[in-house]
T-cell receptor
Framework: QQQVKQSPQSLIVQKGGISIINCAYENTAFDYFPWYQQFPGKGPALLIAIRPDVSEKKEGRFTISFNKSAKQFSLHIMDSQPGDSATYFCAASRGYGGATNKLIFGTGTLLAVQP | DAGVIQSPRHEVTEMGQEVTLRCKPISGHNSLFWYRQTMMRGLELLIYFNNNVPIDDSGMPEDRFSAKMPNASFSTLKIQPSEPRDSAVYFC??????????????FGPGTRLLVL
């Protein structure tokens, strides 16, 4: 019940196309859903995050779609660019008494955007 | 802001040797996390601290691994004795406490460990 399932494992998209990565969770107590982006040789960095009180959040070319009833959320990258080539991790967390921020990470998606 | 600082960046050691990884969190952050990343197992949380106190060490693989946080600005992850299967990239991350609006974890650059 603590798992976050992520798919696909890898994704190849043409420049200008839309990249879509999906995640599913079981624990309905999760209340924070971030996406992290990791470039080779670097640590993951927060890209965008959403809370379950909204169904969509958009920041530039990046959009999170959230379906609370289905317990699924997805990352959409519009107009994908070669510079977006990276590994993307979804994650989820819940407040343990409001004092902690333990993230449960998905297994990651390696995105390659071809020029 | 210097971000999360980890040292060393690369470590090559022989099986059986002690390895100590170091982390300096972002000033003002109260939570510190140690992760391990491998191709096979992805990103795994090993242990995390709140206000220098270990909260959850359920991810620590076995007794060969230990972590300490003697003060708010320093933490260590020690492997003794090291084994080839410990080869991985180890990340340290820090954040504010969630109640203080601190959901975002900031990751360091990682320590790439190779045990021969």
């Amino acid at each position: 019940q603590q798992q976050v399932k992520q798919s696909p494992q890898s994704l190849i998209v043409q420049k200008g196309g839309i990249s879509i990565i999906n995640c599913a969770y079981e624990n309905t107590a999760f209340d924070y859903f971030p996406w992290y982006q990791q470039f080779p040789g670097k640590g993951p960095a927060l890209l965008i995050a959403i809370r379950p009180d909204v169904s969509e959040k958009k920041e530039g070319r990046f959009t999170i779609s959230f379906n609370k009833s289905a317990k699924q959320f997805s990352l959409h990258i519009m107009d994908s660019q070669p510079g977006d080539s990276a590994t993307y991790f979804c994650a989820a967390s819940r407040g343990y008494g409001g004092a902690t921020n333990k993230l449960i990470f998905g297994t990651g998606t390696l995105l390659a955007v071809q020029p | 802001d210097a971000g999360v600082i980890q040292s060393p960046r690369h470590e090559v050691t022989e099986m059986g040797q002690e390895v100590t990884l170091r982390c300096k969190p972002i000033s003002g952050h109260n939570s510190l996390f140690w992760y391990r990343q491998t191709m096979m197992r992805g990103l795994e949380l090993l242990i995390y601290f709140n206000n220098n106190v270990p909260i959850d060490d359920s991810g620590m693989p076995e007794d060969r691994f230990s972590a300490k946080m003697p003060n708010a600005s320093f933490s260590t992850l020690k492997i003794q004795p090291s084994e080839p299967r410990d080869s991985a990239v180890y990340f340290c991350a820090s954040s504010r406490l969630r109640g203080a609006g601190g959901e975002t974890q900031y990751f360091g650059p990682g320590t790439r460990l190779l045990v021969l």
